[in-house]
């Protein structure tokens, strides 16, 4: 995941340094010219729309962590005798076929056990 938020970084700021080396070497050659309307209507809604761009991807970023960083209840559920045993666990930490519970252990659960998660409020 870190890669790919360096990555698009890394792509916005190469964008923005091509942008500025364009911008001097067109001063160097020419005289520069008044922006028209247009030019400037296109860079104001490029701006908009990289702005908007950025909330939405920092608020992905945001619902994700808060998403796996949420602590359910596990009910385990021996299917031979129906015996219950109810342990808590970040959503982040939960497998497959097993879990490690906010105190530290980890549950692997055996062929008979079912794992039932129930999300805490």
Same mark, same amino acid.
């Given at each position: 995941?870190? /890669? %790919?938020? #360096?990555?698009?970084? $890394? =792509? @916005? ?14 001063? #160097?050659?020419?005289?520069p010219?008044?922006?028209?309307p247009?030019?400037?209507?296109f %860079? @104001? =809604?490029?701006?908009? @729309?990289?702005?908007?761009? !950025? /909330?939405?991807? &920092?608020?992905?970023?945001?619902d +994700?962590?808060?998403?796996? $960083? @949420?602590?359910? #209840?596990?009910?385990? =559920?021996? =299917?031979?005798? +129906?015996? $219950?045993?109810?342990?808590? &666990?970040? %959503? %982040?930490? *939960?497998?497959?076929? !097993?879990?490690?519970?906010?105190d530290?252990? +980890? ?8 794992m039932? *998660? /129930?999300?805490?409020?």
């Amino acid at each position: 995941m870190i /890669i %790919k938020i #360096l990555f698009t970084i $890394t =792509v @916005i700021l190469s964008g923005f340094a091509f942008i500025k080396f364009r911008q001097r070497r067109q001063l #160097l050659i020419t005289e520069p010219a008044e922006p028209s309307p247009l030019t400037q209507a296109f %860079k @104001i =809604v490029a701006l908009v @729309i990289a702005i908007l761009m !950025s /909330i939405a991807v &920092a608020f992905m970023l945001w619902d +994700q962590w808060r998403d796996r $960083t @949420i602590s359910v #209840l596990i009910e385990v =559920v021996n =299917v031979n005798n +129906q015996q $219950t045993t109810e342990y808590r &666990a970040f %959503k %982040k930490d *939960i497998n497959q076929r !097993s879990f490690i519970t906010l105190d530290g252990r +980890q549950i692997i659960l055996a062929p008979i056990e079912r794992m039932e *998660i /129930i999300r805490a409020e």
